[in-house]
């Protein structure tokens, strides 16, 4: 049985950081990424990250700020949030799937979410 479980999340200040991990189960996979999902708003994408751990994407509103890395031995990855803002706070989902992209369509397999709360 397939399993993503992301740990992490928290209350912060206003420019402070997090570390977010996600753990699969199951099976390994081709891609992985990172989606957000704000109160009253649509689920965006916030990063993405291929088995090589060479083909990397972001959204312009975390680039600079946020690096997405994987271990593939502990068929892990994570989502280290720096700088972080009132605008990132979200529930944060793990996405994993054989094609890496900004879609959520791309992926075929979902964590159930771990809340990031960034305090001004």
């Known amino acids: 049985q397939v399993q993503l479980v992301e740990s992490g999340g928290g209350l912060v200040q206003a420019g402070g950081s997090l570390r977010l991990s996600c753990a699969a189960s199951g099976r390994t996979f081709s891609a992985m990424g990172w989606f957000r999902q704000a109160p009253g708003k649509e689920r965006e994408f916030v990063a993405t990250?291929?088995?090589?751990?060479?083909?990397?994407a972001y959204a312009d509103s975390v680039k600079g700020r946020f690096t997405i890395s994987r271990d593939n031995a502990k068929n892990t990855v994570y989502l280290q949030m720096n700088s972080l803002k009132p605008e990132d706070t979200a529930i944060y989902y793990c996405a994993a799937g054989a094609i890496s992209g900004p879609s959520e369509f791309q992926y075929n397999y979902w964590g159930q979410g771990t809340q990031v709360t960034v305090s001004s």
């Open positions: 990250i291929r088995w090589n751990g060479v083909s990397i």
